[in-house]
């Protein structure tokens, strides 16, 4: 395995009034290609905003950061809407799925922004989706889905773009027991069967025992890094 994220002494400072507010105090990271971390912590610990960081959508006020040997702590906005539509595939709690589009087309959309052609647009986006097990609700729109389903188009969606790492922000927040283990196996194979980095962000101990890697945060540092011995949850034949 080599580093495909590397954080020295990241700091994140926000300002409100004549007071600083750090979210991030001097956190040190390295996640290996192939890892499967979560990241742990309360309310205020700093995991989110971690998060934002690690997925381009926030850069810290110092410190560096590398993501797959790109300096990413530096970058321009425009350099890091590309990095995020190259690199990252995100999966959020909410699931994020247009209404008035199936599923397949909620997948093919990240394929649409980056201007890739119709016809390989449909084609990664029935590969993603038979990947998450959806091979046969790929027309059928966001309400005719259950949670789980619905998530596991927004997984699908993740995966078309063929990232590097995918950032799961509390991905079985919405979801039922069943549901939920039903999403872990995927991020499971997905890590150990495509080799995928997967990095989920939980308050859950029992989502968060799925990872090979467990990281603890509070008051915007890491209190504790850990490899665990992971779940391994029993997944259903029509995952594969």
């Known amino acids: 395995m080599s580093s495909l994220i590397v954080c020295e002494q990241i700091w994140k400072t926000y300002r409100l009034g004549d007071i600083d507010v750090h979210a991030l105090r001097g956190v040190n990271l390295n996640i290996e290609a192939g890892e499967f971390v979560a990241i742990m912590g309360s309310s205020g610990s700093g995991k989110s905003t971690l998060m934002n960081i690690l997925g381009c959508l926030d850069v810290p006020t ?24 190259r690199t990252i595939g995100f999966v959020f709690q909410n699931f994020s799925l247009i209404s008035k589009t199936s599923a397949l087309e909620n997948v093919q959309l990240p394929l649409f922004y980056q201007g890739v052609s119709l016809k390989e647009q449909r084609a990664r986006a029935e590969a993603a989706l038979a990947r998450v097990g959806l091979a046969h609700r790929e027309h059928h729109y966001p309400a005719q889905l259950s949670g789980g389903q619905q998530q596991r188009v927004a997984i699908a969606r993740a995966l078309v773009s063929q990232p590097s790492v995918i950032l799961a922000d509390e991905p079985t927040g919405n979801l039922d027991t069943e549901s939920s283990l039903e999403i872990m196996g995927i991020f499971q194979q997905l890590n150990r069967e495509d080799g995928l980095t997967v990095l989920v962000v939980t308050h859950e101990h029992d989502i968060a025992a799925y990872a090979a890697r467990q990281i603890v945060m509070k008051d915007g540092g890491i209190i504790r890094d850990h490899a665990t011995e992971p779940t391994n949850p029993a997944i259903s034949s029509h995952f594969v």
């Open 62 to 85: 110092s410190g560096a950061y590398w993501l797959n040997g790109q300096d990413v702590a530096t970058a321009k906005p425009e350099e890091l809407a590309e990095i995020r539509s």
